[in-house]
């Protein structure tokens, strides 16, 4: 099956410093991947879908200067997170879409937990 | 999207069937019901997913009635492995639209 592979899964940075996190489709083409954000005990929030080759649509309240995204290619969406603060700290996780749109295409990375200290 | 309505939380014990119920009263026609299972710390994994009636896999079960308007995740047998959050999805899944996400279900499996 569709494999997402997310990286790093787990980073602790410094206030102030900005963090890369990497979700790629090994083995699909995804031309739509998409970026949540997860609290503890809460559940999945969208912060924004990555187009490949345009610009990202951000949710309403989701800074897009703060939180970069690019999508480059068909395999391959970032997430920058920049000038981190602790309040940032959260476990954020990708999903990319098969390119074909089956009906089973969401897959999800497995995560990466982000620390601000 | 339709919105989905699970309960908080429930407990079984090891063997036991699980039937996890969600609400949607405002599916669409086009709307597919999908399950997904989820991990401490690790990314939401596909269980189930269906349109209508009945739909098996190796792992679940999902119920559909014909209104639509709530479908049943039964997971047979549960195992400790098994305690997670589970979370109901309704949309036009072959649309690429977002995954909205609801407060899910946080299964817990006693020994």
């Known amino acids: 099956g569709a494999v997402v592979s997310q990286h790093p899964s787990r980073v602790i940075c410094k206030s102030g410093t900005s963090v890369k996190i990497e979700c790629r489709s090994l083995?699909?083409?995804?031309?739509?991947m998409f970026w949540y954000r997860q609290f503890p005990k809460q559940s999945l929030m969208l912060m924004a879908t990555?187009?490949?080759?345009?610009?990202?649509?951000?949710e309403q309240g989701v800074e897009k200067d703060k939180f970069l995204i690019n999508h480059a290619s068909l395999t391959l969406s970032t997430l920058t997170v920049t000038s981190a603060h602790p309040e940032d700290s959260s476990f954020y996780i990708c999903?990319?879409?098969?390119?074909?749109?089956?009906?089973?295409?969401?897959?999800f990375g497995s995560g990466t937990r982000l620390t601000v200290v | 999207l339709a919105k989905t309505t699970q309960p908080i939380s429930m407990d079984s014990y090891e063997g036991q069937e699980v039937n996890i119920t969600c609400s949607h009263n405002?599916?669409?026609?086009?709307?597919?019901i999908t399950w997904y299972q989820q991990f401490p710390s690790q990314g939401p994994r596909f269980i189930i997913q269906?349109?209508?009636t009945k739909v098996t896999n190796e792992v679940a079960s999902l119920f559909i009635p014909a209104d639509r308007k709530s479908s049943t995740l039964s997971l047979p047998r549960v195992s400790l492995s098994d305690t997670a959050v589970y979370y109901c999805?309704?949309?036009?899944?072959?649309?690429?639209?977002?995954?909205?996400f609801g407060g899910g279900t946080r299964l817990m499996v006693k020994p």
């Open positions: 999903s990319a879409r098969d390119r074909q749109g089956a009906a089973f295409g969401y897959t």
């Open positions: 405002n599916i669409a026609t086009n709307d597919y």
């Open positions: 999805l309704v949309g036009e899944s072959n649309a690429g639209n977002m995954l909205t």
């Open positions: 990555s187009n490949e080759g345009s610009k990202a649509t951000y």
């Open positions: 083995d699909f083409q995804a031309t739509t």
């Open positions: 269906g349109y209508k």
